[in-house]
DNA sequence: TTGATGCGTAGGATAATTCCTACGTATAGT
DNA sequence: ACTATACGTAGGAATTATCCTACGCATCAA
């Protein structure tokens, strides 16, 4: 429920990759998502964790392994967030459709 | 353009809240959003910076006030950024119609 | 021109983040 | 039982973020 969770979870780019592994590739173990990542199998494991905390990954454990799968609810949650903005965004937009009205007026004189 | 900027930018309470403050309320001098938070001027100076920077926000100079107003634009960048997911979110759901649908036709037996 | 107002920047203390290596734990295979 | 594998956690170094107070720079009002 925490935005803050959520939104301190994206910020970091490497966290952000591995939501993309998630999402094109699939569910996978830690450690072959760590393979093709520049940075220390650990360190991945961190992220994950904290990808975990915020709800975006979930994790089942099939023997030593344990499979990660992108959970994209938050991310909903996310686009709930974005939603008045759009708004807002639309008004900046039609505001400027009336001004090259107005130009457009202008010409036609 | 910076995919990076924008999510540091949004990972802070204090910037989302003064996003909010300013689709809310409109724009606004610096010194009006700092009144009415919990946080000295000049840090909200630097956080407007931070917004600023990652294109969230703009000012106008009105003699020595410095209007902010929202630049609701990047935020459709992260809309943008979130399609994927959406139909990765859609994916799971009609993935759990069929397990209920499945479920409904053990039922029926 | 002088004083007050609106804001940003500088510098610094503290906390949080990000990465590492070393180590511990549990499962799988022999 | 013993070894290898797949992970996570501990502890720590280096960086970055977040907040403050003090100060500087314009602008307005008289």
Same mark, same amino acid.
């Given at each position: 429920? $925490?935005?803050?969770?959520?939104? /301190? /979870? +994206?910020?970091?780019?490497?966290? #952000? !990759? =591995?939501?993309?592994?998630?999402?094109?590739? @699939? /569910?996978?173990?830690? @450690?072959? +998502?760590?393979?093709?990542?520049?940075? $220390?199998?650990?360190? *991945?494991?961190?992220? =994950?964790? *904290?990808?975990?905390?915020? @709800?975006? *990954? /979930?994790?089942?454990?099939? @023997?030593?392994?344990?499979?990660?799968?992108?959970?994209?609810?938050?991310?909903?949650?996310?686009?709930?967030?974005?939603?008045?903005? !759009?708004?807002?965004? #639309?008004?900046?937009?039609?505001?400027?459709?009336? +001004?090259?009205?107005?130009?457009?007026?202008?010409?036609?004189?």
């Amino acid at each position: 429920m $925490s935005a803050d969770h959520l939104f /301190a /979870a +994206l910020a970091s780019p490497a966290r #952000r !990759e =591995l939501l993309r592994m998630l999402r094109d590739e @699939g /569910a996978q173990p830690a @450690g072959r +998502l760590a393979e093709r990542f520049d940075m $220390s199998r650990p360190s *991945v494991s961190e992220h =994950l964790k *904290v990808l975990k905390d915020a @709800g975006l *990954v /979930a994790e089942t454990r099939k @023997g030593r392994e344990r499979h990660y799968r992108l959970e994209a609810a938050p991310l909903m949650e996310l686009r709930d967030w974005l939603t008045p903005y !759009e708004r807002f965004w #639309r008004e900046r937009l039609t505001a400027l459709d009336a +001004l090259l009205d107005d130009m457009e007026d202008q010409d036609a004189r």
